[in-house]
């Protein structure tokens, strides 16, 4: 008798359960939806349970196919351990890597990165996907995460890949018209352009001074007329003079050497975010993971640093 459920549908579940539909999980299956849909249902029925809930357009685990789904991950990740067990040593890294990256970030330095990454790993397929805001911790779409900040859950494994300075900037025409602060308290009289992304409070502000590394950081509560969920547009606006801007220094580097933004309240830190590959432990004997990483380290870094060095 045919055992009820065979290896191979293992991976299959567990492709459709990372895409939000049939069609896509089709798509990179390779298959018809109609294929995709006849063999899921096969599986609900050996099972004798409803694994997803579906509707025209999207579909979502049911409480059966949430637990399925865990056991599922884990098998498969024993399985993928007990494939490297028995690998040779001498192999090359293979398979399929995800990397999740934020827009500005991902486009200006990793997809770069990647590109000469490719060409010597030949054998090691990466899926690069951007995002305004990273994904959940517990989100289990990829592999390797870039983020700025080291991640706070200690199951997940955090990589410091370079240093990263924020700076306080401006448009030398807004500090003309509305002056220069010299405080961090003189920020709440000027209009600053807030950004919305990540887990961080929005509108809050907080900076100390190098000269007094154990004081109390200064929390400033920021008001403005523009804030976005895009970096870039939030410099482009900076640029326009609509006020003062707290960025990345890789991001605005080329302005400031141009002297189309300037630097506000220079003698004061704001808090690091130094930029992170974070992963679970479980890929952390993964040797395409593992090689990819080690890459990021070699080659972001100097990369970074030619920007970020005072």
Known sequence: ??????????????????N???????????????????????????????LFNRTTRRMSLTEEGAAFHVQVKRILADLEGLARTFNKLGDAPSGLLRVNATLGFGRSHIAPLISSFAHEHKNIEVRLQLSVNPPPLSDDAFDVCIRFGEPP?????????????????????????????????????????????????YGVWRLTNPKTPHAKAEVIKTRGSL???????????????????MRAQWDIDRYLKSGR??????????????????????????????????????????????????
């Open 1 to 18: 008798m045919n055992p009820t459920i065979a290896p191979a549908d293992l991976h299959f579940f567990a492709t459709v359960a990372a």
């Open 20 to 50: 939000p539909s049939l069609s896509s999980a089709a798509r990179e299956l390779g298959l018809s939806t109609a294929a995709v849909s006849k063999r899921l249902s096969s599986m609900e029925a050996r099972l004798g349970t409803a």
């Open 153 to 201: 859950d200690s199951r997940i494994i955090a990589k410091r890949l370079a240093a990263n300075r924020r700076l306080l900037v401006a448009s030398p025409a807004y500090l003309k018209k509305h002056g220069v602060p010299q405080t961090p308290a003189g920020l709440a009289k000027h209009s600053c352009i807030g950004i919305r992304q990540g887990e961080e409070a």
């Open 227 to 245: 804030s976005t969920n895009d970096g870039e547009i939030a410099v482009n606006w900076a640029l326009d003079g609509h006020g003062i801007l």
């Open 261 to 310: 933004l300037v630097q506000v309240l220079p003698g004061w830190q704001t808090p690091p975010a130094d930029i992170y590959a974070v992963y679970p432990e479980r890929h952390a004997s993964t040797a395409r993971v593992k090689v990819f990483v080690d890459w990021l380290a070699e080659n972001l870094k100097p990369m970074v640093a030619k920007v970020t060095k005072s």
